[in-house]
């Protein structure tokens, strides 16, 4: 209990010296973010998401197979923007790997320009989500979703990789100390999944009950703030500091 207790702490408020830095605590809050854009394509955009691409590939072969429900031409936009986001937040990281705190400011900065288009999208058409609106809505979110994960990717936080629960939540048992394992990380795995949880959680509410534009303004917020704590990091720390440079 006291070595998740110390996990969950140090996630959340990194220690002096830590060599991710403020980085999980940020990745926490992307992880929310995912919870959120992924409940407003689902639930708003006709059974798709913009994050989770093996939802969308094994959509792909429910809806081919005659499926209820499911669109492929939209897993298939959403698949084609993502790809595109990715090989951007590939380009990106190469640019500015030397310092990861610039690379998430930079990143986050780019996402929120994708949502904000999203949402002035959703606010002119009034929340009316027909095709001539559901596709730009799934370009913009599934480019903004790519970016970020190859962004994620190459700054190489353990166990926040802001999209993807399924590894995490297999180390979270196959890393117990039930099953025989040392348990790394317990809180910071924890601390993942249940910030995907409440952004799906809190995506959900808000667009049952009020609309899509305040969704995706929630989504945005998150966004925002993460991108101007990136570049408060990346201005106070000092170019030599152990967490700024590429993870091994």
Do not use: E
Request: charged residues 10%; without cysteine; positive net charge.
């Amino acid at each position: 209990m006291a070595k998740l207790l110390t996990d969950l702490a140090h996630t959340l408020a990194p220690p002096r010296g830590d060599r991710h830095g403020p980085l999980p605590p940020l990745m926490l809050t992307l992880t929310v973010v995912t919870g959120v854009v992924d409940a407003v394509s689902y639930l708003g955009l006709g059974h798709v998401f913009v994050a989770n691409m093996t939802g969308n590939v094994v959509f792909l072969g429910f809806a081919l197979a005659g499926a209820d429900g499911l669109s492929a031409l939209a897993s298939v936009v959403a698949m084609g923007a993502f790809l595109v986001g990715a090989v951007a937040g590939g380009r990106s990281a190469a640019r500015f790997a030397a310092h990861r705190g610039r690379l998430l400011a930079v990143a986050t900065g780019f996402q929120a320009v994708l949502v904000a288009g999203a949402v002035l999208t959703a606010a002119v058409s009034d929340d009316r989500v027909g095709d001539p609106v559901k596709y730009p809505l799934i370009v913009l979110l599934a480019l903004a979703m790519g970016l970020q994960n190859a962004v994620v990717r190459r700054l190489g936080v353990p166990d926040l990789t802001t999209t993807v629960l399924t590894l995490t939540l297999t180390g979270l048992a196959a890393d117990s100390t039930p099953a025989g394992g040392t348990a790394p990380r317990p809180g910071r795995r924890l601390l993942s999944v249940l910030a995907m949880f409440l952004g799906a959680l809190a995506g959900a509410l808000l667009l049952l009950h009020t609309d899509l534009t305040l969704t995706l303004g929630l989504a945005l917020l998150l966004l925002a703030a993460t991108s101007a704590a990136s570049v408060a990091t990346y201005r106070l720390s000092a170019s030599d500091t152990d967490w700024t440079r590429p993870s091994a």
